[in-house]
């Protein structure tokens, strides 16, 4: 007889998360719940929110700015941006960054449309800082990797650039704490399944306990809870 499944969740999530750190969450969620299926999708935020709103998706994982009147928001943890510099480059030899470490630098700008944009160019703005802007992504692994081939820096999440260190990338953190905000999504006329409850908070202490490591191992910058 055919083993009895015992249901399935639909995630979908933004390239930050989908890159490595979800589905890795995802996988050790699932090997301690064998009856549980999943279908997981990364796409953009905009993406995600539709998805959930349109019942394609049971939960969401987007960037934290967006609204939709068929959407319930829940925000998870804050994480800071992190500066990513290619291997060798002079700044590498700093253990924190600053806006003016960046006057003159090649920048890899992230979209041109999300609210994370609008406040990674207004700190270098704030700072009188002149970036020559060369490249644009909407997509921070695209980002590490134009990084990583000595195109420019950029300033990423702490998901995606933990996910490239190994890939001919410097992370240090970054001052001033500069947050990539995002939260889980669900669909607001339905209460989350129960195992859909238990992934959105066992994923919130999961990103806790990362920023946290990330803190400690003199990566990231104090938490703002």
Do not use: W
Request: aromatic share 8%; net charge positive; glycine share 8%.
């Amino acid at each position: 007889a055919a083993l009895q499944r015992a249901g399935f969740l639909r995630i979908a999530a933004l390239p930050a998360l989908a890159n490595g750190f979800l589905p890795r969450f995802a996988g050790h969620f699932l090997v301690e719940r064998p009856k549980l299926d999943l279908v997981l999708s990364g796409l953009v935020s905009h993406a995600v929110v539709a998805a959930v709103a349109q019942g394609q998706s049971d939960l969401g994982f987007a960037e934290g700015s967006i609204e939709h009147a068929a959407v319930r928001l829940e925000r998870m943890p804050r994480a800071p941006y992190m500066a990513v510099l290619p291997q060798g480059h002079r700044l590498a030899r700093k253990s924190r960054l600053r806006p003016t470490d960046f006057e003159g630098e090649n920048f890899i700008s992230l979209g041109h449309s999300s609210v994370s944009r609008f406040r990674i160019d207004r700190v270098f703005a704030d700072h009188g800082v002149r970036r020559i802007m060369r490249i644009e992504t909407p997509l921070s692994e695209i980002a590490c990797s134009l990084a990583g081939s000595g195109a420019g820096v950029t300033l990423c999440d702490p998901f995606t650039a933990t996910e490239y260190a190994s890939r001919g990338i410097v992370v240090r953190p970054f001052e001033p704490r500069v947050d990539f905000e995002f939260a889980a999504l669900y669909a607001a006329q339905r209460t989350p399944s129960p195992v859909a409850r238990e992934f959105i908070d066992n994923f919130r202490t999961h990103i806790s306990t990362f920023l946290r490591q990330q803190q400690c191992e003199g990566r990231g910058v104090p938490l703002s809870v």
